[in-house]
């Protein structure tokens, strides 16, 4: 198993073996992350409600709602595209080993370095500190914005059975297809999906729990994606483009309800930093807009759409760096010193300059750091002793 891109995507190959098109998208959604969080915390405090970064930062957060579900749908899309076989051993030590050991990484520098401990601290017993510790690494994250570590991981370790499901019931069931066996199971996915953002929109189930970090939220996104080449060969290229275009009026239609609602103090109330925006992915208008994301998103693959590669696609060959270390850039580069907020407030702009400059930071020093080691592998010197 990798994460090679298939070329029944339809979207053309770089001679580097990398797809732009991927790669922009991905690009995307990192920098949607960071100006999400970055961007937010001009939204979620009374001191800048109703100011021009106000406003930038509540459009910002808004728009860019869509980039974890699609980082989800990717994440399976990429791989499910792998023709390589391996041992579930192997595959699961590749997986820990990339992703969860720079996690742990981030997890204790967070833990120390972002008020993590105090809270810990106060806490009752052994017991009680061994149990937040246990939650919060497995599943929550040691700082709430890395729940998607733990999410991802939950996803990859369940995706051989996920892979497979759609043949195995086909074997059971043969008159339906394996592409019959994967629509149905997407809708039901689907189902999953909607009834437990409504739960938790309701307030039936706790959305920290049930909704922003449980693989049961996701799975239909990522399902979507591992077996995108099956879904995809049920519709034809101009359905396709048809459902793309069609999507795209959808979210554009929903996020401007969604705007009109967030920016009428009659509805969201005097104080808007008690509003339920945090609830990102379970409001049914995100769910909706979402969705429609995804599918006008998910078209070009099928449609061939090769985009020249960019800044965005740069910073899409490193979106789990940039994920795992933004926000301790963020935090002792911008947050931490009110000088920069006050000027985030009088010139909105630097709101988006701050969140390009730790993205292509965080990217930059990837790159450097990859780029010397491959260097030194490949430029050993060997000392050798002569009489």
């Known amino acids: 198993m990798s994460t090679s891109p298939s070329p029944a995507t339809g979207a053309r190959l770089e001679a580097a073996g990398r797809n732009a098109y991927i790669d922009t998208l991905r690009g995307w959604s990192i920098f949607g992350v960071v100006c999400v969080h970055f961007a937010g915390s001009f939204v979620t405090s009374d001191s800048f409600v109703w100011s021009p970064s106000f406003y930038l930062g509540l459009a ?4 860019f709602g869509f980039a974890v579900p699609l980082f989800v749908f990717l994440s399976g899309l990429l791989a499910g595209s792998s023709r390589k076989t391996i041992s579930p051993g192997d595959y699961y030590a590749a997986r820990l080993l990339r992703i969860g050991v720079p996690y742990l990484v981030v997890s ?5 370095l972002l008020n993590h401990f105090a809270t810990w601290q106060a806490l009752p017993g052994v017991g009680a500190k061994f149990t937040w510790l246990l939650r919060q ?6 700082e709430p914005t890395l729940y998607f570590i733990p999410l991802i991981l939950q996803l990859y370790f369940l995706q051989p059975v ?13 008159a339906l297809s394996p592409a019959r066996w994967t629509l149905g199971l997407s809708l039901l996915l689907l189902g999953l999906h909607v ?11 706790n959305y920290y729990v049930w909704g922003r970090p449980n693989s049961l939220f996701w799975m239909f996104y ?10 995809s060969s049920l519709v034809s290229r101009r359905g396709m483009a048809a459902a793309g275009w069609i999507a795209l009026v959808v979210a554009t239609g929903t996020m401007a309800w969604n705007g009109r609602q967030l920016l009428n103090p009659a509805v969201v109330g005097a104080k808007f930093e008690l509003n339920r925006l945090d609830f990102a992915y379970v409001r049914p208008e995100m769910l909706a807009y979402d969705l429609a994301m995804i599918i006008s998103l998910a078209a070009g693959l099928v449609l061939g759409w090769a985009p020249r590669a960019g800044a965005m696609a740069y910073l899409g060959r490193y979106t789990l760096e940039i994920y795992l270390w933004h926000i301790l850039l963020l935090y002792y580069g911008a947050w931490r010193y009110p000088e920069v907020l006050a000027s985030c407030r009088q010139l909105p702009e630097l709101i988006v300059l701050v969140c390009a400059a730790a993205a292509l930071a965080i990217a930059g020093a990837t790159d450097a750091l990859q780029r010397l080691s491959a260097f030194v592998r490949s430029h050993r010197v060997i000392v050798v002793q002569t009489d």
């Open 222 to 231: 990522f399902f979507c994606g591992l077996h995108f080449s099956s879904l």
């Open 162 to 174: 996920l892979k497979a499901l759609p043949g195995w019931l086909n074997r059971l069931v043969p």
């Open 137 to 142: 690494v497995l599943f929550l994250g040691i």
């Open 108 to 112: 204790v520098l967070s833990f120390f």
């Open 195 to 205: 009834t437990l953002g409504l739960l938790c929109n309701r307030g039936t189930l």
């Open 60 to 63: 910002l957060n808004q728009l």
